[in-house]
């Protein structure tokens, strides 16, 4: 099992993704999270009119190992003392409701990142990190931002990677490589057909590949050897890859290098003190 929350922020951002009979026992589950934990497949499948074969089948959905992963995860998320819902931005808000909002928002975007992330996936991509030759990280639009971060943070410990955010140059870079190289998609829906396709040529040099998405099976999931998701940050009116989706991007983006850093320490503070060294040389006054 990889984690004990996040079962009910899974079942909100796919519910509407889920074939008719498990959706109406994901939607069961949401309206009434507490009693759900407490029944069997059978019951479960009896009073969401369905059957305990139909829950068996959400579970594998949602990408749980089975109805007692995801009432563990439900039992978890339970235990929160406080819920935060996300908050829409009003016309003509006052600038401290705004500033309350956002903090809100993206506190709630990072807290469901970190519920939903697995584990073993993450140990997947550490390791999977640690042995490349090489590492690319492609992203399109406010995507790239995170891709970019990416870059700066892994190239100051000494790791040979690059950004693309120009899908030519992407494609004439992955066809150089192989498997022991890394390609890493970072897409918000999963679905940007220049992010998915590059994957696909990835796959075909069989060189390692990672995705970073919402939750969900999307189109580059067939072409991720490894998955990590973010959380699908609820923005309604300013669904705007600049805000929460960005920040989790990024949140899972730190995650990936401090757990690097952490596997490699000694040789990490040591690339680290190089790197600050270097750039004490750069503002050096002749």
């Given at each position: 099992?990889?984690?004990?929350?996040?079962?009910?922020?899974?079942?909100?951002?796919?519910v509407?993704?889920?074939?008719?009979?498990?959706?109406?026992?994901?939607?069961?589950?949401?309206?009434?999270?507490?009693?759900?934990?407490h029944?069997?497949?059978?019951?479960?499948?009896?009073?969401?009119?369905t059957?305990s074969?139909?829950?068996?089948?959400?579970?594998k959905?949602?990408?749980?190992?089975?109805?007692?992963e995801l009432?563990?995860r439900?039992?978890?998320?339970?235990?929160?003392?406080?819920?935060?819902?996300?908050?829409d931005?009003?016309?003509?808000?006052?600038?401290?409701?705004?500033i309350?909002?956002?903090?809100?928002?993206?506190?709630?975007?990072?807290?469901?990142?970190?519920?939903?992330?697995?584990?073993?996936?993450?140990?997947?991509?550490?390791?999977?990190?640690?042995?490349?030759?090489?590492?690319?990280?492609?992203?399109?639009g406010?995507?790239?931002?995170?891709?970019?971060d990416?870059?700066?943070?892994?190239?100051?410990?000494?790791?040979?990677?690059?950004?693309?955010?120009?899908v030519?140059?992407?494609?004439t870079?992955?066809?150089n490589?192989?498997?022991e190289?890394?390609?890493?998609?970072?897409?918000?829906?999963?679905?940007?057909?220049?992010?998915?396709?590059?994957l696909?040529?990835?796959?075909?040099?069989?060189?390692?590949?990672?995705s970073?998405?919402?939750?969900?099976?999307?189109?580059?999931?067939?072409?991720?050897?490894?998955?990590?998701?973010?959380?699908?940050?609820?923005?309604?009116?300013?669904?705007?890859?600049?805000?929460?989706?960005r920040?989790?991007?990024?949140?899972?983006?730190?995650?990936?290098?401090?757990?690097?850093?952490s596997?490699?320490?000694?040789?990490?503070?040591?690339r680290?003190?190089?790197?600050?060294?270097?750039?004490?040389?750069l503002?050096?006054?002749?």
């Amino acid at each position: 099992m990889s984690h004990s929350k996040g079962g009910l922020v899974i079942l909100r951002e796919m519910v509407n993704s889920l074939a008719p009979s498990e959706k109406k026992i994901a939607e069961y589950i949401l309206r009434n999270p507490e009693a759900s934990i407490h029944l069997t497949a059978l019951k479960l499948g009896e009073v969401s009119d369905t059957s305990s074969a139909a829950v068996i089948r959400l579970c594998k959905s949602l990408g749980f190992s089975g109805f007692q992963e995801l009432k563990i995860r439900v039992a978890g998320d339970l235990r929160e003392e406080e819920v935060t819902d996300y908050r829409d931005i009003e016309p003509n808000e006052g600038l401290e409701a705004i500033i309350d909002k956002v903090t809100t928002n993206t506190t709630q975007t990072l807290k469901e990142t970190a519920d939903m992330m697995s584990i073993a996936n993450l140990e997947k991509a550490v390791e999977a990190l640690s042995r490349a030759k090489s590492v690319i990280f492609v992203g399109f639009g406010a995507s790239y931002i995170a891709a970019k971060d990416a870059e700066q943070k892994f190239l100051r410990i000494n790791k040979d990677v690059q950004a693309i955010s120009d899908v030519h140059m992407a494609a004439t870079s992955i066809a150089n490589k192989g498997p022991e190289d890394v390609v890493v998609g970072i897409s918000f829906s999963g679905n940007t057909p220049e992010a998915v396709k590059l994957l696909e040529l990835a796959k075909k040099r069989k060189v390692k590949t990672l995705s970073i998405t919402k939750y969900g099976s999307t189109l580059i999931s067939p072409f991720s050897d490894i998955q990590l998701h973010t959380s699908a940050a609820k923005e309604a009116t300013f669904r705007s890859g600049a805000t929460s989706s960005r920040i989790a991007q990024l949140h899972v983006i730190d995650i990936l290098f401090i757990s690097l850093a952490s596997r490699e320490y000694d040789d990490t503070i040591k690339r680290l003190d190089e790197t600050r060294e270097a750039i004490a040389f750069l503002k050096e006054k002749k």
